[in-house]
């Protein structure tokens, strides 16, 4: 498996804002987005906002449900990314809607009884003027990890605002060094696992 060899990525933004509203948890999903296009990588983005996603835990939640459409698009990827806004401390509902849903991977299995987004590489993308992001990323990389996704080494990136601040990130003259460099390594690391898995499947059950 060449370097070079082409991967593609689904970012899920999950602001509570609808397109086209502006939203900083888009921007740096698309930062990492365009990271990842420097190692080979083409991406698509979603706004779970703009989806009717049905509440439950299930691949489908029947008549209406929005999430099947976006999980194909997600099957179809090796990498996901996973971009959420800070709200008193947490990650939106969005995000957690989302990884509810996830979890009706865990009864998706293939025939050597691997779930079937295993091989699939999650990261994590966190904004907010308000604390809250190492949490949020710790809370999604558990929940991500425990339906079968594989989380790469630094594969978390954020950015908040000072101490009562109440700046957005979109608002900013231009991206802080230490935010672009974290998110460079991120995508770095992240497409060298995704062909690291394609290229050696984990073992079946």
């Not at 996830?102 to 904004?127: C, I, Q």
């Not at 809370?139 to 594969?155: A, E, K, V, Y």
């Not at 394609?198 to 079946?204: F, Q």
Request: aromatic share 4%; glycine share 10%.
């Amino acid at each position: 498996m060449t370097e070079t060899a082409s991967l593609r990525a689904l970012a899920l933004i999950c602001s509570l804002k609808p397109s086209p509203a502006p939203s900083s948890s888009d921007l740096i999903a698309r930062q990492v987005l365009a990271e990842l296009g420097k190692h080979g990588v083409t991406g698509d983005v979603v706004r779970v906002a703009d989806h009717d996603v049905k509440p439950g835990v299930e691949v489908d939640m029947g008549e209406g449900d929005e999430w099947p459409a976006i999980r194909e698009k997600m099957m179809a990827a090796d990498i996901l990314v996973i971009s959420t806004p800070t709200w008193v401390g947490h990650m939106s509902s969005i995000a957690q809607r989302v990884l509810e849903r996830l979890d009706g991977e865990l009864s998706e299995t293939d025939d050597s009884g691997r779930p079937l987004v295993a091989g699939k590489v999650a990261v994590v993308s966190v904004v907010g003027n308000e604390d809250g992001a190492h949490k949020i990323v710790a809370d999604l990389f558990q929940g991500l990890n425990d339906i079968g996704f594989t989380i790469p080494s630094q594969g978390g990136t954020y950015w908040n605002d000072h101490a009562m601040g109440g700046t957005d990130y979109m608002d900013l003259d231009e991206t802080p060094e230490a935010v672009a460099s974290t998110t460079a390594t991120l995508a770095a690391n992240t497409a060298h696992l995704a062909r690291a898995l394609r290229a050696t499947p984990y073992p079946g059950s």
